[in-house]
C-alpha cells in the first residue's frame, strides 16, 4: 500500500538554526499536508499543499510540493525553542478516497 | 470558531469491555475521519464519514466501527478490547470539495484508551 518515507526520524536545533525535513513516496498524491503534534495533544495543520510545485509559506514554515507529486519538503527558519515537537507529513489520496497516510514523523528537540 | 471537540480525552477499560468515543467537527464541517495513533504503527486510519455514510474504511477489525448523526457529531465503538486497542484515538473534520475528495483535515486533542 502507499507508504510515506519521512527523514529525518529525529534532529536536535539549536536556536536560530533552519531546519530541514522531507518527505518521499513511490505513489503519487494530489494533497501534501504538514502537522506538528505537541505531546497530549492532537496534530495542529500548518501548511496545506494543493498543486504539483507549490511553494506555500506560513511565517517562519516554508513547503513545497514536490513537482512529481511523490515528495514534500518543510523547512523552517530561525527556529526557536517553541518549534519543538513531531513533525508529520500527510497525504491524500484523491477521488472518493478521504483519508490521510501519514509518515512516522520527525521530532525535533533541543540541542543540550 | 471552535475547533474539533472529542470526549472524553481520558478512558480506562479492562480487556473484553467495549468502549464509545465521541466526536463533534469544527460547524459546518460534515466529514469526519478518525485515526489511531500508537507509538508503534504511528498514525493510521481507521474510517471517515460523510452525510451519515461510511464513506472510507481502513484495514481494522470489525470490533472497530461508527456512525455519524445528522448534526455531522460522530461516535466510534470498540467492542471486546484488547491490551492492543491501548491508543490516542483522533478524530479529524473537513469540509468536503466538490468531487467527493476531502480537503484538508482538521484535528481534535484526542481521547487516550487505556486497556489494562
Known amino acids: 500500500g502507499q507508504q510515506l518515507n519521512q527523514s529525518p526520524q529525529s534532529m536536535f536545533i539549536q536556536e536560530g538554526e533552519d531546519v530541514s525535513m522531507n518527505c518521499t513516496s513511490s505513489s503519487i498524491f494530489n494533497t501534501w499536508l504538514w502537522y506538528k503534534q505537541d505531546p497530549g495533544e492532537g496534530p495542529v495543520l500548518l501548511i496545506a499543499?494543493?498543486?504539483?510545485?507549490e511553494l506555500t509559506s506560513n511565517g517562519r514554515l516554508t513547503a513545497q510540493f514536490g513537482i512529481t507529486r511523490k515528495d514534500s519538503f518543510l523547512n523552517i527558519s530561525a527556529s526557536i525553542p517553541s518549534d519543538v515537537g513531531i513533525y508529520f507529513c500527510a497525504a491524500l489520496l484523491g477521488g472518493s478516497q478521504g483519508n490521510l497516510i501519514f509518515g512516522k514523523g520527525t521530532k525535533l528537540s533541543v540541542k543540550p | 470558531k471552535a475547533g474539533v471537540t472529542q470526549t472524553p480525552r481520558y478512558l480506562i477499560k479492562t480487556r473484553g469491555q467495549q468502549v464509545t468515543l465521541s466526536c463533534s467537527p469544527i460547524?459546518?464541517?460534515?466529514?469526519v475521519s478518525w485515526y489511531q495513533q500508537t507509538p508503534g504503527q504511528g498514525l493510521q486510519f481507521l474510517f471517515e464519514y460523510f452525510s451519515e455514510t461510511q464513506r472510507n474504511k481502513g484495514n481494522f477489525p470489525g470490533r472497530f466501527s461508527g456512525r455519524q448523526f445528522s448534526n455531522s457529531r460522530s461516535e466510534m465503538n470498540v467492542s471486546t478490547l484488547e491490551l492492543g486497542d491501548s491508543a490516542l484515538y483522533l478524530c479529524?473534520?473537513?469540509?468536503?470539495?466538490?468531487?467527493?475528495?476531502?480537503?484538508?483535515?482538521?484535528f481534535g486533542p484526542g481521547t487516550r484508551l487505556t486497556v489494562l
Open positions: 499543499l494543493y498543486k504539483a510545485g
Open positions: 479529524a473534520s473537513s469540509w468536503p470539495v466538490a468531487g467527493g475528495s476531502t480537503d484538508t483535515q482538521y
Open positions: 460547524s459546518g464541517h460534515r466529514s
